[in-house]
């Protein structure tokens, strides 16, 4: 069964430094990756994926992601934290061309210091 | 363009009653999920609707749970008798595809089981 570990439950940075969120999954096949932000009273929105191809993703916010085969990693980064980027922020693992059954990790927290 | 819309945002009911949770989905999206997290835990699929049609409800916990979509537009999600282990919040999504097409989540229904 697939899983996904999101090492840190919580994480503080001060604004302007760099951020990155670990994430590591469990898939048998080629995974298909996402990950969501949630800020305070809003629904879960999606940053980015990675389906096939360059494995250095951009999205939104201007976050990007790198997925690495070899240590099963798909790490979130941004270079210069906004104090608007302080939120929940989660790694999924969809199920292929089953749909969009994703399976989560526990999220992490960002807070981030004036 | 509206979002996924859900209701209430906010329910307290003590053990052994009913609540029904309501989403209205985007216009148009066929393809309705709803995934619950439950407090310290992950964020876990529940059930896939494709129209009216369940296609996938093996993550619905057990028979207490009723999920009906009448007519392929809203969604309702009914617990009855809600039990402790009820209480977290309920997300819904929906998408205009079914294969890791872009999720759009509600903001969820905070549900307290007391």
């Known amino acids: 069964a697939q899983s996904v570990t999101q090492p840190d439950i919580h994480i503080t940075v001060s604004e302007g430094a760099s951020l990155e969120l670990r994430c590591n999954y469990s898939?048998?096949?080629?995974?298909?990756l996402f990950w969501y932000v949630q800020s305070p009273g809003q629904g879960l929105q999606l940053l980015l994926k990675?389906?096939?191809?360059?494995?250095l993703v951009q999205g939104i916010k201007g976050f990007e992601a790198e997925f690495k085969r070899s240590q099963s990693s798909f790490n979130l980064r941004k270079p210069s934290v906004h104090w608007s980027d302080a939120a929940e922020y989660f790694c999924?693992?969809?199920?292929?061309?089953?749909?969009?059954?994703?399976?989560f990790g526990g999220g992490t927290r960002v807070l981030v210091k004036p | 363009e509206a979002g996924v819309t859900q209701f209430p945002s906010h329910s307290v009911i003590e053990k052994g009653q009913t609540v029904t949770l309501r989403c209205d989905p985007i216009s148009g999206h066929d393809n309705l999920y709803w995934y619950r997290r439950v407090m310290g835990k992950e964020i876990k699929f529940l059930l896939h609707?494709?129209?009216?049609?369940?296609?996938?409800e093996s993550g619905m916990p057990n028979n207490r749970f009723l999920a009906e979509r009448t007519g392929g537009t809203y969604s309702t999600l009914k617990v009855q008798p809600a039990e402790l282990e009820d209480s977290g919040v309920y997300f819904c999504?929906?998408?205009?595809?079914?294969?890791?097409?872009?999720?759009?989540f509600g903001s969820g229904t905070q549900l307290s089981v007391l």
């Open positions: 999924a693992v969809g199920d292929g061309g089953a749909g969009n059954k994703l399976t």
């Open positions: 990675y389906f096939s191809g360059d494995t």
């Open positions: 999504a929906s998408s205009q595809g079914r294969n890791n097409e872009k999720l759009f």
């Open positions: 898939y048998g096949a080629t995974p298909y």
């Open positions: 609707f494709v129209k009216e049609s369940k296609q996938d």
